[in-house]
T-cell receptor, first 112, second 115 residues
């Protein structure tokens, strides 16, 4: 158990809908990272937050947004969903400037 | 643009054999090279990592070999066991793994170790 908690584990929805994925980082970890894992693209970095502030952006679509709250949990919002958004979405956390990145078990999103 | 290329896509090894997975990178600014192990239904977990100031790092049965001039690094698993069967990802990042880094992953290698 990495200590990173993601909910929901599985989510099935329809095209055009909006979903929210939630991540609770390890206790004391200030950085939260979101990754998308699909068969064809592999693991793609989406966005990073550090202590509530956005720090880095990767290949995140404009239909996607994220935020990190004062209690350090983070949410990834996916809107106007398309079939191609079906993937595993991972959250990871890290404590500070150095150290290991810990991944949660992911949220599997299926868009029908 | 794929900045980290990983091969092979899949690998089958007999128990006790050596598993070798290779990665090549393009961005010379990368300075942190971790390997992650992922079991089905789980998130990736850090296995071993190396920085470019050394050419090799060993932790138990796992060794990273790093060739800075060739921009290549590889994972060697000695005495491979069925419990090593998993997907392995190489990755690279800038900033020495600091708080603002983002990992660029290879596409993964599915390793199967037959008993």
């Amino acid at each position: 158990d990495s200590g990173v908690t993601q909910t929901p584990k599985h989510l099935i929805t329809a095209t055009g809908q909006r979903v929210t994925l939630r991540c609770s980082p390890r206790s004391g970890d200030l950085s939260v990272y979101w990754y998308q894992q699909s068969l064809d693209q592999g693991l793609q970095f989406l966005i990073q937050y550090y202590n509530g502030e956005e720090r880095a952006k990767g290949n995140i679509l404009e239909r996607f947004s994220a935020q990190q709250f004062p209690d350090l949990h983070s949410e990834l919002n996916l809107s106007s969903l398309e079939l191609g958004d079906s993937a595993l979405y991972f959250c990871a956390s890290k404590q500070g400037a150095t150290g290991e990145l810990f991944f949660g078990e992911g949220s599997r999103l299926t868009v029908l | 643009q794929q900045q980290v290329k990983q091969s092979p896509q899949s690998l089958i090894v007999q128990k006790g054999g050596i598993s070798i997975i290779n990665c090549a990178y393009e961005n010379t600014a990368f300075d942190y090279f971790p390997w992650y192990q992922q079991f089905p239904g789980k998130g990736p977990a850090l296995l071993i990592a190396i920085r470019p100031d050394v050419s090799e790092k060993k932790e138990g049965r796992f060794t990273i070999s790093f060739n800075k001039s060739a921009k290549q690094f590889s994972l060697h698993i000695m005495d491979s066991q069925p419990g090593d069967s998993a997907t392995y990802f190489c990755a690279a990042s800038m900033g020495g793994g600091g708080s603002n880094y983002k990992l660029t992953f290879g596409k993964g290698t599915l390793l199967t170790v037959n008993p």
